[in-house]
């Protein structure tokens, strides 16, 4: 199973970027995939996730600025990312919840970079 992450880069404040997910295989063997994002020296914090069923679970921090949606024809998984702020500047992971099938194992694609810098 592997996870393909895209569309990270330098934006300015206020601005918006989408990350890309690609599974390499079909989401719906996942019980959840979402994001999550690191700094330098802190821990690996959730950003958002999207359950099989269509729930979401956001950070309270990113609440009303970022939006996960899936493509399940294309078994890619979105991160909408709008007004951003220099605190987003993060490396951001995609994640998988791996389903029965799976084992129930976790799985992280490579980080992404996006930096919120004037």
């Known amino acids: 199973v592997q996870l393909q992450a895209s569309g990270g880069g330098l934006v300015q404040p206020g601005g918006s970027l989408r990350l890309s997910c690609a599974a390499s295989i079909s989401i719906f063997s996942f019980l959840s995939m979402g994001w999550y994002r690191q700094t330098p020296g802190k821990q690996r914090e959730l950003v958002g996730t999207?359950?099989?069923?269509?729930?979401?679970n956001y950070a309270d921090s990113v609440k009303g600025r970022f939006t996960i949606s899936r493509d399940n024809a294309k078994n890619m998984v979105d991160l909408q990312m709008n007004d951003l702020k220099p605190e987003d500047t993060a490396v951001y992971y995609c994640?998988?919840?791996?389903?029965?099938?799976?084992?129930?194992?976790?799985?992280w694609g490579k980080g992404t970079l996006v930096t919120v810098s004037s």
């Open positions: 999207l359950t099989i069923g269509g729930s979401t």
């Open positions: 994640y998988a919840k791996g389903g029965a099938s799976l084992g129930l194992l976790d799985y």
